[in-house]
């Protein structure tokens, strides 16, 4: 799976931008820059434009997109992943794969992993209001049901001779696209006189 838009606009929201380098708390033992970016390789001298800290983001998500897929081993929607994605991004991948939030997620405990977010709101002890405010966010969104999309229809009575493929070109449509809202038809060469299904409509 990938961070949707919605995951990255989350993260981005938390790590904020800075185009030079800077230490988010005293306790860290590494500078931060762009957004979030954190680590040895961040030098006090280093600058970037509002592209690079884009570019580099997006290459840091592939690693933390990594850890989530390699470490639940259950079937999650996307909202779950851009939420643990973004846990991930901000307390590493080590923290997920020791937590009781995977332990529990694994067990398919989905509300009682949702009740672990809330515990990692601290640095050095410290409760910090952000991470707080972060952690909530991000268990709203992994309890947040993902919406499917219903495709609006309309019906179409099979003429004799009629072909699923005649008809969806005719409709200016796909096989696959009238097999997805006629899920009753299970072989695309058979179709009968009479019969009604359904045409997506444009």
């Not at 230490?23 to 006090?44: C, F, M, N, R, S």
């Not at 909202?79 to 590493?92: H, K, P, R």
């Not at 794969?97 to 989905?110: A, E, G, Q, V």
């Amino acid at each position: 799976m990938k961070t949707s838009q919605m995951g990255i606009d989350l993260i981005k929201q938390y790590e904020g931008l800075s185009l030079k380098p800077y230490k988010a708390l005293k306790t860290e033992t590494y500078l931060t820059i762009g957004y979030g970016h954190y680590g040895a390789d961040v030098t006090p001298t280093m600058k970037l434009t509002k592209v690079e800290a884009e570019n580099l983001l997006k290459k840091d998500l592939v690693k933390y997109e990594s850890f989530v897929n390699d470490f639940v081993k259950v079937a999650i929607n996307q909202n779950q992943f851009d939420a643990l994605v973004s846990f991930t991004y901000n307390c590493g991948g080590n923290a997920l794969k020791t937590s009781t939030l995977l332990d529990k997620l694994n067990k398919s405990d989905f509300k009682g992993a949702s009740s672990e977010f809330m515990k990692w709101n601290k640095s050095g002890g410290n409760v910090i209001d952000g991470l707080t405010k972060r952690r909530a966010l991000e268990c709203a969104l992994f309890l947040k049901p993902v919406s499917v999309p219903v495709t609006p229809t309309k019906n179409y009575r099979v003429n004799y001779g009629d072909t699923l493929s005649e008809i969806a070109v005719k409709n200016k449509t796909t096989i696959k696209e009238l097999m997805k809202v006629n899920p009753s038809i299970k072989d695309p060469r058979v179709i009968n006189a009479n019969q009604v299904i359904k045409i997506p409509i444009k």
